[in-house]
């Protein structure tokens, strides 16, 4: 969706929602079939006029149906309740802090919501005092619209730092860069870099980001990922004088594709540079080289040293050394060690390789030890590797739970790490790892909630639907009786190898004291066991996502911690076919879903901006091989007439730039459409949001309450004013 649509849809929804106090339900929208042959199947789209979302009446009748949905939630007797419980447990936890980077000189940059405060900051910690770089919220209050730092790049020797802003949850960012000392902004913004890829030089006096093109009119949005260049820009200088130095168009001789959106590694006293690819969506890509002093010498000399086919993950620059993480021969990971001068990744030696039952996730590198982030189901925990031993050695931790961060410490310059971990009933604590030894670092006191239930976590193993045993994590309030009538909510994603982890979030509290319970599925299509299990819910095996997904929601029912009429499944994302699917293959298991920013209709998904950077993982229509997958796995065509669906709540941001906005109209017209139960299908929007990426402290506290009181409306639990 083009930047001019978003701000329409803002505008429109401003005026509407405004001069509409009370919704009455909106006329069904007409079906305008559009049906097609794609390699002898007829595929029929019946709202695929929705894909237009500048059509008058597609966006009044959104606009209508979001208003609606407000209408039913704010009639819900628990849901002001709950989003009062849910923000006073946000502000209990204190200040939250998220992505921090170490550089050389004792100095931390990290972003930091204050307690009570709506937005992140990009904030500077050295010498035990903190300062405020970059406030987003300025900006907000001037002008009405929410802001958020997408990125952060701090220049080698900490002057500068280049962050990434975008407005209304877009996450369409701008290139701006600060000097630390003055607090002042240097040169100009820098349109259209929305990816993190900005690198400094090694001597902090330039640096490299990667912009996407200026689309014309009339360029459709799928060229919006297309013949991206890495652009080379000295600090201060006029953004015209910025140079392309890679990218398709640049580079026209060394085997490009347009879809290679490419980023480039500088390190402090490395002569190296390394240039990689990826579409933006699978890691796997491919590698360049060249010298650093090539740079202002005319075309740069780039030699390819790696391909997708090498399935290399990671990467990490030191001197003449170039690390990397790959699962080419190796399905749990390892870490490899190239020497630059000697290219050939033949040659390359091993440096640290996952253990028995562990899945290597990440690594940094320090001065003399590789450390590596290591999953066991849902922990993830710390592993050593010293110079010539590749097995390494496993690191006590404070607590059993989730690495969520091994804090990067990119110049290679301290002897010890840092680290956040979490745990499912655990608030998130910073640690500074020397030698054997958590020490705490105060950047994050201890949390403790007044009035939070004790809460039992257990692991199981379900067997799915062809024996297969899928990992699950159930979260309750002790004591509590498995009588079958408890609120329960089953989340999935299982997409891209990513995997669900111990991880602590306050506003769970406000619905496990009501009796509720949690689980978290580890699906095919995670990486919870490496990259196997990841392909074994990619493209043609897709369907094990959903299979597993309904396997672990009858398991939730057998073993009576819930009944259908108090089963709720959720997905959020990718994790939209997860839920989606799980709901038209098995309706009579639940009472109500929350499709969350989700893929709706896959088969039409290539077809947008975002779109297109996600055939790597799930297939293309235009593929007779991959159709078949695609349009099974497809929510919006797989709804059928005469169902009697759970009641479903979609949720979405008119600005996302990931998942466009029309997977949930559509969808959610089509079940209007088709289901017989006569349950509720609201179409929740926020013209103010995107993605969720971005979105404020109170734009999460609203949809968690809204998405709590609408399940416990469904099940029962919660009657309306």
């Given at each position: 969706?083009?930047?001019?649509?978003?701000?329409?849809?803002?505008?429109?929804?401003?005026?509407?929602?405004?001069?509409?106090?009370?919704?009455?339900?909106?006329?069904?929208?007409?079906?305008?079939?559009?049906?097609?042959?794609?390699?002898?199947?007829?595929?029929?789209?019946?709202?695929?006029?929705?894909?237009?979302?500048?059509?008058?009446?597609?966006?009044?009748?959104?606009?209508?149906?979001?208003?609606?949905?407000?209408?039913?939630?704010?009639?819900?007797?628990?849901?002001?309740?709950?989003?009062?419980?849910?923000?006073?447990?946000?502000?209990?936890?204190?200040?939250?802090?998220?992505?921090?980077?170490?550089?050389?000189?004792?100095?931390?940059?990290?972003?930091?919501?204050?307690?009570?405060?709506?937005?992140?900051?990009?904030?500077?910690?050295?010498?035990?005092?903190?300062?405020?770089?970059?406030?987003?919220?300025?900006?907000?209050?001037?002008?009405?619209?929410?802001?958020?730092?997408?990125?952060?790049?701090?220049?080698?020797?900490?002057?500068?730092?280049?962050?990434?802003?975008?407005?209304?949850?877009?996450?369409?960012?701008?290139?701006?860069?600060?000097?630390v000392r003055t607090g002042q902004p240097v040169g100009e913004p820098i349109p259209r870099v929305h990816e993190p890829n900005v690198s400094w030089l090694p001597d902090s006096r330039?640096?490299?980001?990667?912009?996407?093109?200026?689309?014309?009119?009339?360029?459709?949005?799928?060229?919006?990922?297309?013949?991206?260049?890495?652009?080379?820009?000295?600090?201060?200088?006029?953004?015209?004088?910025?140079?392309?130095?890679?990218?398709?168009?640049?580079?026209?001789?060394?085997?490009?594709?347009?879809?290679?959106?490419?980023?480039?590694?500088?390190?402090?006293?490395?002569?190296?540079?390394?240039?990689?690819?990826?579409?933006?969506?699978?890691?796997?890509?491919?590698?360049?080289?060249?010298?650093?002093?090539?740079?202002?010498?005319?075309?740069?000399?780039?030699?390819?040293?790696?391909?997708?086919?090498?399935?290399?993950?990671?990467?990490?620059?030191?001197?003449?050394?170039?690390f990397f993480r790959t699962h080419k021969d190796a399905p749990l990971y390892k870490v490899m060690k190239l020497d630059l001068r000697r290219p050939q990744l033949s040659r390359a030696?091993?440096?640290?390789?996952?253990?028995?039952?562990?899945?290597?996730?990440?690594?940094?590198?320090?001065?003399?030890?590789?450390?590596?982030?290591?999953?066991?189901?849902?922990?993830?925990?710390?592993?050593?590797?010293?110079?010539?031993?590749?097995?390494?050695?496993?690191?006590?931790?404070?607590?059993?739970?989730?690495?969520?961060?091994?804090?990067?410490?990119?110049?290679?310059?301290?002897?010890?790490?840092?680290?956040?971990?979490?745990?499912?009933?655990?608030?998130?604590?910073?640690?500074?790892?020397?030698?054997?030894?958590?020490?705490?670092?105060?950047?994050?006191p201890p949390v403790k909630i007044p009035g939070a239930p004790a809460v039992e976590v257990t692991e199981v193993q379900v067997r799915s639907h062809d024996g297969v045993l899928v990992?699950?994590?159930?979260?309750?309030?002790?004591?509590?009786?498995?009588?079958?009538?408890?609120?329960?909510?089953?989340?999935?994603?299982?997409?891209?190898?990513?995997?669900?982890?111990?991880?602590?979030?306050?506003?769970?509290?406000?619905?496990?004291?009501?009796?509720?319970?949690?689980?978290?599925?580890?699906?095919?299509?995670?990486?919870?066991?490496?990259?196997?299990?990841?392909?074994?819910?990619?493209?043609?095996?897709?369907?094990?996502?959903?299979?597993?997904?309904?396997?672990?929601?009858?398991?939730?029912?057998?073993?009576?911690?819930?009944?259908?009429?108090?089963?709720?499944?959720?997905?959020?994302?990718?994790?939209?076919?997860?839920?989606?699917?799980?709901?038209?293959?098995?309706?009579?298991?639940?009472?109500?879903?929350?499709?969350?920013?989700?893929?709706?209709?896959?088969?039409?998904?290539?077809?947008?901006?975002?779109?297109?950077?996600?055939?790597?993982?799930?297939?293309?229509?235009?593929?007779?091989?991959?159709?078949?997958?695609?349009?099974?796995?497809?929510?919006?065509?797989?709804?059928?007439?005469?169902?009697?669906?759970?009641?479903?709540?979609?949720?979405?941001?008119?600005?996302?730039?990931?998942?466009?906005?029309?997977?949930?109209?559509?969808?959610?017209?089509?079940?209007?459409?088709?289901?017989?139960?006569?349950?509720?299908?609201?179409?929740?929007?926020?013209?103010?949001?995107?993605?969720?990426?971005?979105?404020?402290?109170?734009?999460?506290?609203?949809?968690?309450?809204?998405?709590?009181?609408?399940?416990?409306?469904?099940?029962?639990?919660?009657?309306?004013?």
């Amino acid at each position: 969706m083009t930047p001019s649509v978003r701000a329409l849809l803002r505008a429109c929804t401003a005026g509407l929602l405004a001069a509409t106090a009370l919704a009455a339900a909106a006329a069904p929208p007409p079906v305008r079939d559009t049906a097609e042959s794609i390699f002898g199947t007829t595929v029929h789209d019946p709202y695929r006029y929705f894909e237009n979302v500048r059509d008058p009446q597609v966006r009044d009748w959104m606009l209508a149906e979001s208003a609606r949905a407000r209408q039913a939630l704010d009639r819900i007797e628990v849901r002001d309740a709950l989003e009062q419980r849910i923000t006073q447990l946000s502000a209990a936890t204190g200040d939250a802090i998220q992505r921090i980077v170490r550089m050389p000189g004792d100095r931390l940059f990290f972003l930091k919501r204050l307690r009570g405060q709506s937005q992140y900051k990009l904030v500077l910690r050295e010498g035990g005092r903190e300062r405020v770089l970059v406030d987003p919220q300025a900006l907000a209050a001037k002008t009405g619209v929410p802001h958020a730092i997408n990125y952060f790049v701090p220049s080698w020797d900490g002057r500068y730092v280049a962050y990434g802003l975008s407005a209304g949850g877009s996450e369409e960012a701008s290139l701006s860069v600060l000097d630390v000392r003055t607090g002042q902004p240097v040169g100009e913004p820098i349109p259209r870099v929305h990816e993190p890829n900005v690198s400094w030089l090694p001597d902090s006096r330039s640096f490299t980001y990667n912009q996407l093109r200026a689309l014309t009119p009339e360029e459709p949005e799928t060229e919006t990922y297309l013949d991206s260049s890495v652009m080379w820009q000295r600090v201060g200088a006029p953004a015209g004088e910025a140079r392309a130095v890679f990218g398709p168009t640049v580079n026209k001789q060394i085997g490009l594709v347009r879809l290679d959106v490419g980023s480039l590694l500088f390190a402090p006293g490395s002569p190296w540079v390394v240039a990689r690819t990826t579409d933006t969506t699978v890691p796997e890509g491919s590698l360049f080289i060249a010298h650093v002093a090539d740079f202002g010498r005319g075309d740069v000399p780039w030699q390819r040293i790696a391909s997708p086919e090498d399935s290399i993950v990671d990467i990490e620059l030191k001197g003449d050394e170039l690390f990397f993480r790959t699962h080419k021969d190796a399905p749990l990971y390892k870490v490899m060690k190239l020497d630059l001068r000697r290219p050939q990744l033949s040659r390359a030696v091993e440096v640290a390789r996952a253990p028995k039952g562990g899945v290597l996730e990440g690594f940094n590198v320090g001065p003399d030890a590789v450390m590596a982030s290591v999953r066991e189901g849902t922990a993830i925990g710390l592993r050593e590797y010293r110079p010539g031993d590749t097995e390494g050695k496993p690191i006590a931790l404070p607590f059993h739970g989730g690495v969520a961060d091994l804090h990067d410490d990119p110049a290679h310059a301290y002897h010890d790490w840092l680290y956040t971990l979490a745990g499912w009933t655990q608030a998130p604590r910073t640690y500074r790892l020397q030698g054997t030894q958590s020490v705490d670092t105060g950047l994050r006191p201890p949390v403790k909630i007044p009035g939070a239930p004790a809460v039992e976590v257990t692991e199981v193993q379900v067997r799915s639907h062809d024996g297969v045993l899928v990992p699950m994590t159930i979260l309750h309030r002790k004591g509590l009786a498995r009588d079958g009538s408890n609120p329960t909510l089953l989340d999935g994603y299982g997409s891209y190898g990513f995997s669900e982890t111990a991880h602590y979030n306050p506003s769970r509290i406000a619905w496990l004291e009501r009796g509720g319970v949690l689980a978290f599925a580890n699906v095919r299509g995670s990486g919870v066991h490496g990259d196997a299990w990841h392909r074994a819910g990619f493209k043609a095996t897709k369907a094990n996502t959903w299979k597993d997904g309904i396997a672990c929601a009858q398991y939730l029912i057998a073993q009576r911690y819930a009944s259908p009429a108090t089963m709720a499944v959720m997905g959020t994302s990718a994790g939209g076919i997860f839920v989606g699917r799980a709901v038209t293959d098995a309706p009579q298991l639940f009472a109500a879903a929350i499709f969350n920013v989700g893929v709706m209709d896959a088969v039409r998904a290539e077809e947008s901006a975002n779109g297109i950077t996600n055939i790597s993982e799930f297939g293309s229509w235009r593929d007779p091989k991959e159709f078949p997958a695609l349009l099974a796995m497809s929510t919006y065509h797989q709804i059928r007439d005469g169902v009697a669906y759970p009641a479903v709540m979609l949720v979405h941001g008119l600005n996302d730039p990931r998942v466009d906005v029309w997977h949930s109209a559509k969808a959610a017209a089509r079940l209007q459409a088709a289901s017989t139960s006569g349950k509720p299908v609201l179409l929740r929007l926020d013209a103010q949001a995107g993605h969720g990426v971005g979105s404020t402290a109170q734009q999460r506290n609203s949809l968690q309450a809204d998405i709590y009181s609408f399940l416990l409306w469904q099940m029962g639990k919660a009657g309306t004013r």
